[in-house]
Nanobody, 121 residues
């Protein structure tokens, strides 16, 4: 059983930076993805990274805004974004997929509780 915990959410001013972390307990295999859900919107894919090798894929709309990384020694994955904007306000969730994991939430087997990020203008 894998448990995931997101850390690093909170209130940030527009233009500021935010780094979210996701700590995984238990084994880490497959991939770690990040999703976000703004109020009134569906949950959307942001990025995913493989634990082995570190290759990553980003959602098209990200356009270089986000950076996903991982630290295998710490069983942790990270999501960094500079120049935060009010439209980045959302609940950010990490998820681990044992097999192939892409942009579909159904690809993932374990989910964290999510962390709220609020960007003030």
């Amino acid at each position: 059983q894998v448990q995931l915990e997101e850390l690093g959410g909170g209130l940030v001013q527009a233009g500021g930076s935010l780094r979210l972390s996701c700590a995984a307990s238990g084994r880490t295999i497959g991939s770690m993805g990040w999703f976000r859900q703004a109020l009134g919107n569906e949950r959307g894919f942001v990025a995913v990274i493989k634990w082995s090798g570190g290759s990553s894929v980003y959602a098209g709309y990200v356009k270089g805004q986000f950076t996903i990384s991982r630290d295998n020694a710490k069983n942790s994955a990270y999501l960094q974004k500079n120049n935060q904007k009010p439209e980045d306000t959302a609940i950010y969730s990490c998820a681990e997929g044992v097999g192939y994991s892409g942009s579909w939430a159904e690809d993932y087997d374990y989910w964290g509780q999510g962390t709220q990020v609020t960007v003030s203008s």
